[in-house]
């Protein structure tokens, strides 16, 4: 299974374009740090990842500033069919839960 849930927030975006058919389009940069348990050990993580979002979803986070911080669900896939580099897939968002 390819599910990929994150807590990030949107360094960088382009503008949104249009597939031939329409759909628009949006690149993002998100940017995640954060402390997680590994073997029995906290690690602090920090990375950043290129993302891209579809439909309703891009036209939502285009509205949204950069510095926002949301919880992303979607998968992974190769940035182009050729290519070795992989890509987020947003598939939808929403304001992180606080515990």
Not at 32 to 38: K, L, N
Not at 71 to 99: D, W
């Amino acid at each position: 299974m390819n599910v990929l849930n994150l807590v990030a927030s949107i360094t960088e975006r382009s503008l949104v374009r249009y597939t031939p058919s329409g759909v628009p389009v949006l690149q993002l940069q998100l940017s995640h740090s954060g402390e997680v348990m590994e073997a029995g050990k906290s690690r602090q993580v920090e990375f950043e990842i290129q993302a891209l979002a579809l439909g309703d979803t891009a036209l939502s986070l285009d509205r949204s500033a950069l510095g926002e911080t949301f919880h992303f669900s979607g998968f992974m896939a190769k940035k182009t069919r050729n290519s070795k580099n992989l890509q987020f897939h947003i598939s939808g968002f929403g304001l992180p839960k606080t515990e």
